[in-house]
């Protein structure tokens, strides 16, 4: 699986199926089914997606973790470590935003998205924000500051990396079986016209700059359109 940004963090698919069911019918998702996963080695030491002060993520997303506390996304988010994009506990509509190091480590918002329907999911982190999209639309929102700890685990799409040690052989655990697509990572805390753009409600005129963003994608299919700046 392909990093589309150019900056070659390709990511291992173990096990992923690609589909032609997306979201809108053309190219192909990700279905992590049957506790599969991808997981990106970044060969420095697994510290470009750490997040540190600020930090956002996107992607598309069909069903809901089948376990509690199973992430979409993670980098470890557990121990101390990381950040994670996961289901919390049991909760049938609740979406966290697990960050451990500001506090309030698994603040969540709430949207039933479990409707077998394709929906995109922002998480963002910055500038002593902290904030959460379900199809563009913001559905929470909090004042946090301060800095997301490191953590030695990798980048995780559809489970997570318990070895917390970037020394380590990965430690899969945590499988969320859900379908993915076009994901996403800045470093920043991208705007909420950004995230309309990301979600569809705009195409092709964007304010703000990607310029700075490391983006992921999870199958270089759905590309960026031309955006004009």
């Known amino acids: 699986t392909s990093d589309s940004s150019g900056n070659n963090y390709h990511a291992t698919n173990a096990g992923g199926a690609f589909v032609s069911e997306t979201r809108d019918g053309n190219g192909q998702a990700i279905n992590f089914n049957g506790n599969k996963y991808a997981h990106v080695d970044d060969g420095q030491g697994q510290t470009v997606f750490d997040g540190g002060a600020a930090i956002s993520i996107s992607f598309w997303v069909k069903e809901w973790p089948d376990g509690g506390w199973d992430p979409y996304i993670s980098k470890r988010g557990e121990s101390g470590q990381g950040w994670q994009v996961r289901r919390r506990g049991n909760a049938a509509a609740n979406l966290a935003f697990t960050l451990r190091g500001p506090g309030n480590d698994d603040w969540y918002a709430t949207q039933n998205i479990n409707d077998g329907e394709w929906h995109h999911i922002v998480t963002s982190w910055g500038n002593g924000k902290r904030r959460i ?87 270089a299919v759905r590309g960026p359109e031309t955006f004009s700046v």
């Open 133 to 219: 999209y379900i199809d563009g639309n913001k559905i929470g929102e909090e004042n946090r500051g301060g800095n997301i700890n490191p953590t030695g685990s990798q980048l995780v799409f559809g489970a997570r990396d318990n070895s917390g040690n970037a020394n380590n052989a990965p430690s899969i655990g945590n499988h969320s079986s859900t379908y993915m697509d076009d994901v996403r990572i800045y470093n920043r805390s991208i705007t909420a016209d950004e995230v309309t753009v990301l979600s569809g409600g705009l195409l092709n005129k964007i304010e703000g700059n990607f310029a700075n963003a490391f983006s992921y994608q999870v199958q």
